[in-house]
């Protein structure tokens, strides 16, 4: 059980706008910042997304990131075969002490 | 190129333990937090513990405090973690993250089995 919720599935089609959420607590989203990683199957994860809206150098601007209170979302638009893959939110949590991952969502574009 | 590279992963019984190295290159790896970050297999992203910059502080997850220590060498680039008492559940791909501020780089990851 994720201290961070996230749907287990998202999909679209190719084009498409999907949107992944992250459901936490006042301890972490409610108070830190949000960060999103992608992962493909085998490799390490990529950092797309931090300080909640932030983008890293590289990042496509298809990628975006919103926070609104204790829940955050990830949002890709005109969606490529090529964003099929795992994504994890992540944030600071005060009252562990630590940083906490969402459960992650496989992303699968029809 | 700047990477991290992860070794010292291996097959362990239970109860032992064991030492996990990150060599950084091609960046400053003084300047940045660190990390451990494990997925066991099939399974997500479970951060394990994180150092600051110089050593004054650190950070683990409840399920490894009291067997596992970071620690990080700034003259050598590298970032350690010292695995004792391990459990079956300690079974993991090991990554090392080093990052803030938009930087973050991973390692490729080292595999930890905890089997008798």
């Known amino acids: 059980q994720s201290v961070l919720t996230q749907p287990p599935s998202a999909s679209g089609t190719p084009g498409q706008r999907v949107t992944i959420s992250c459901s936490g607590s006042s301890s972490n989203i409610g108070t830190n910042y949000v960060y999103w990683y992608q992962q493909f199957p085998g490799t390490a994860p990529k950092l797309l997304i931090y300080?909640?809206?932030q983008r890293p150098s590289g990042v496509p601007d298809r990628f975006s990131g919103s926070k609104s209170g204790t829940s955050a979302s990830l949002a890709i638009s005109g969606l490529r075969s090529e964003d099929e893959a795992d994504y994890y939110c992540a944030a600071w949590d005060d009252s562990l002490s630590g940083r906490v991952f969402g459960g992650g969502t496989k992303l699968t574009v029809l | 190129e700047v990477q991290l590279v992860e070794s010292g992963g291996t097959l362990v019984q239970p109860g032992g333990s064991l030492r996990l190295s990150c060599a950084a290159s091609?960046?400053?790896?003084?300047?940045?937090?660190m990390s451990w970050v494990r997925q066991a297999p099939g399974k997500g992203l479970e951060w394990v513990a994180n150092i600051k910059q110089d050593g004054s502080e650190k950070y683990y997850v409840d399920s490894v405090k009291g067997r596992f220590t970071i620690s990080r060498d700034n003259a050598k680039n590298s970032l350690y973690l010292q695995m004792n008492s391990l459990r079956a559940e300690d079974t993991a791909v090991y990554y090392c993250?080093?990052?803030?501020?938009?930087?973050?780089?991973w390692g490729q990851g080292t595999m930890v089995t905890v089997s008798s």
């Open positions: 300080r909640n809206n």
């Open positions: 993250e080093a990052g803030g501020n938009g930087m973050d780089v």
């Open positions: 091609g960046f400053t790896s003084s300047s940045y937090w």
